[in-house]
């Protein structure tokens, strides 16, 4: 079993800042591409941050210059610092990986709970 566990979401004035963490725990033998996504009410889920093994990054054109990915493969944990909040970025914010359970093992992709996001005009 993986689990990906966020925390850090809440309620902020616009113009504020949050920082969401993810832990991936279980049984992992290594984890590629891990990434941030978020769901609003009523909107499609859709791609906010991703960051490879290596660190290199990817934004979507809302977020670039805000908010800023990273991650520590030693705890197997991404964070995703988010800066200059706007209203419209109030959402769900659910981490994912990539990841193999052994050597050789199928890629297989696990998502965490969500964690809610609110930010107040």
């Known amino acids: 079993q993986v689990q990906l566990v966020e925390s850090g979401g809440g309620l902020v004035q616009a113009g504020g800042s949050l920082r969401l963490s993810c832990a991936a725990s279980?049984?992992?033998?290594?984890?590629?591409?891990m990434g941030w996504y978020r769901q609003a009410p009523g909107k499609q889920r859709e791609l906010v941050a991703l960051?490879?093994?290596?660190?290199?990054?990817n934004y979507a054109d809302s977020v670039k210059g805000r908010f800023t990915i990273s991650r520590d493969n030693a705890k197997n944990t991404v964070y995703l610092q988010m800066n200059s909040l706007k209203p419209e970025d109030t959402a769900v914010y659910y981490c994912?990986?990539?990841?193999?359970?052994?050597?050789?093992?199928?890629?297989?992709?696990?998502w965490g709970q969500g964690t809610q996001v609110t930010v107040s005009s």
């Open positions: 279980g049984i992992i033998f290594s984890i590629n591409l």
């Open positions: 994912n990986a990539d990841l193999r359970r052994r050597y050789g093992g199928s890629l297989f992709t696990s």
């Open positions: 960051i490879t093994t290596g660190g290199d990054t």
